[in-house]
C-alpha cells in the first residue's frame, strides 16, 4: 500500500516479471518463467486462483491490459516469424490476434482510452529506441515527439490528453509528459532519475520508482492540468523496498486508484541475483535477451 505495507503476496512462488494491474484493480497480469518456457498468466487477487492465458511458444511476456480490461496484448514468438505483438482474452478463452506482423521488434506498452492506438516502443532510424504509436486498426505506425533522445516506456495518461514517458536510459533517465496528440509542450516530472511511470487516482498522481543499491524508492507527484498545459507538484517518495529487479524486464506498477503497487519480491540470495546497482531501460537491447 502507500506506507509500503505487503497487503497481498501470491500464493505460488514462481519466477515472476512483468505484473501489471488490470484496469479495475482486481487482477494482475504477470509473465512466469520455467522449464517450460515463458508465459502469462492472471492472477485473481481476492482469491489467488492464476489462469494461464498463454499456450503457443516459448516465448512470451510484457503483457498490457486493454482499457476495458477483458483482452491483454503481449509480446511472443508464437509462430516463426519472430517477436510479434499479439492480444488474447484475459480469461484465457479464444485464439491469439496479431497486431503485428514480420521481422523487428515491437515493445507493448500502453493503450489509449479508446484503445484504439497502442503506445510501443521500437527501433528508430538511428538505431535508437523510439515511442511510437501503433493503430490497432490500420497497423500503422505514427510517429511520438521529436526528440532525439531515447524515449522509452511512454503511457497514456486516464483521458487520452496526455503522455507520460522516460528519456535517456540507467541513471540519466528522467521522467516527463508530453501532450498528445499536440501540438504542446514537455514537462519534466523527475528530478532526481526514474522510470516506469504510471498514472494514478484518475490522472492526477504519477507513481514511478528510482532505484539504487539495493533498494527502490516508489515516488509520487501530483498534477494538474491549467489548461494546455500540465504542472506537476514537488515529488515526495512514498516508501523504500527491496525490490527484485531483473534486467530484462518490467517489475513495478501501480493501480489506477493509486492505492496499490505491484512488484517483485524474494529472498536475499534471488534479489540479489536479480538486482542491478542502476535502473537500466533498454528495453531494446534486453528484451531481445529475454526473447532469443
Not at 526528440?147 to 507520460?164: L, M, Y
Not at 534486467?247 to 486508484?257: I, P, V, Y
Amino acid at each position: 500500500d502507500r506506507d509500503g505495507k505487503r497487503v497481498y503476496t501470491s500464493a505460488e512462488a514462481r519466477d515472476f516479471r512483468d505484473p501489471r494491474f488490470s484496469p479495475d484493480g482486481k487482477r494482475v497480469a504477470v509473465t512466469t518463467f520455467s522449464d517450460r518456457g515463458q508465459h502469462i498468466h492472471v492472477i485473481e487477487v481476492a482469491s489467488s486462483r492464476m489462469t494461464r492465458v498463454t499456450f503457443d511458444g516459448n516465448a512470451n511476456g510484457l503483457p498490457v491490459w486493454t482499457p476495458d480490461g477483458k483482452r491483454l496484448a503481449y509480446l511472443s514468438d508464437r509462430l516463426d516469424s519472430g517477436l510479434n505483438v499479439y492480444t488474447i482474452r484475459a480469461d484465457g478463452g479464444g485464439e491469439p490476434v496479431a497486431l503485428t506482423t514480420g521481422k523487428g521488434l515491437t515493445i507493448p506498452l500502453s493503450f489509449s482510452p479508446d484503445g484504439s492506438l497502442l503506445a510501443v516502443m521500437r527501433p528508430g532510424p538511428a538505431g535508437n529506441l523510439d515511442a511510437q504509436l501503433l493503430s490497432v486498426k490500420t497497423g500503422e505506425y505514427l510517429p511520438f515527439g521529436e526528440s532525439t533522445a531515447e524515449e522509452v516506456a511512454p503511457v497514456f495518461s486516464p483521458d487520452g490528453r496526455w503522455i507520460a514517458y522516460g528519456e535517456g536510459l540507467g541513471t540519466a533517465s528522467e521522467l516527463f509528459v508530453r501532450a498528445y496528440p499536440g501540438p504542446g509542450g514537455r514537462w519534466q516530472i523527475s528530478s532526481g532519475g526514474g522510470g516506469l511511470p504510471a498514472w494514478s487516482k484518475g490522472g492526477r498522481e504519477i507513481a514511478w520508482i528510482v532505484a539504487a543499491a539495493d533498494l527502490t524508492s516508489v515516488m509520487v507527484a501530483d498534477v494538474t492540468v491549467e489548461g494546455d498545459f500540465i504542472k506537476a507538484g514537488p515529488a515526495r517518495k512514498l516508501f523504500e523496498m527491496n525490490f527484485v529487479r531483473p534486467s530484462n524486464a518490467t517489475w513495478f506498477d501501480a493501480s489506477r486508484d493509486g492505492t496499490r503497487f505491484a512488484g517483485l519480491v524474494g529472498d536475499g540470495q534471488s534479489a540479489a541475483a536479480h538486482s542491478n546497482h542502476d535502473v537500466s531501460f533498454d528495453f531494446l537491447a534486453e528484451v531481445r535477451g529475454k526473447f532469443r
